[in-house]
Nanobody, 126 residues
Framework: VQLVESGGGSVQAGGSLRLSCAPS????????VGWFRQAPGKDHEGVAC????????FYADSVKGRFTVSSDNAKNTFYLQMNTLKADDKAVYSC????????????????????WGRGVQVTVSS
């Protein structure tokens, strides 16, 4: 089983990108799926999460109103739409998944995910 990201790239500040994550070997019907990132010299940071089971979304304060996490269950794919990108958004973005034992009320930390993708580079030029 694995997660495969796509959609990274370079964009100017103010632009948009959409990242995709496709699970391979399983469907995420009862999972929480999300995104986190690592900027150069910094720790991994949770960005967004979608609880499929409990139909809730969570976002880091730094991306609220600009990023949207969503899923297409028919395609077994989930997405991170990133709008109004800033230079501070430059990072390697990874998707993750885990099967929550109960409802949760905060943005999961990267280590809460037990399956990670390899990550894609997002570069934002000012």
């Amino acid at each position: 089983v694995q997660l495969v990201e796509s959609g990274g790239g370079s964009v100017q500040a103010g632009g948009s990108l959409r990242l995709s994550c496709a699970p391979s070997g399983f469907t995420f019907d009862d999972y929480a799926v999300g995104w986190f990132r690592q900027a150069p010299g910094k720790d991994h940071e949770g960005v967004a999460c979608l609880s499929i089971t409990y139909t809730r979304t969570f976002y880091a304060d730094s991306v609220k109103g600009r990023f949207t996490v969503s899923s297409d269950n028919a395609k077994n794919t989930f997405y991170l739409q990133m709008n109004t990108l800033k230079a501070d958004d430059k990072a390697v973005y990874s998707c993750g998944s885990f099967c929550p034992a109960h409802a949760f009320s905060r943005l999961p930390k990267p280590l809460d995910y037990n399956l990670w993708g390899r990550g894609v580079q997002v570069t934002v030029s000012s």
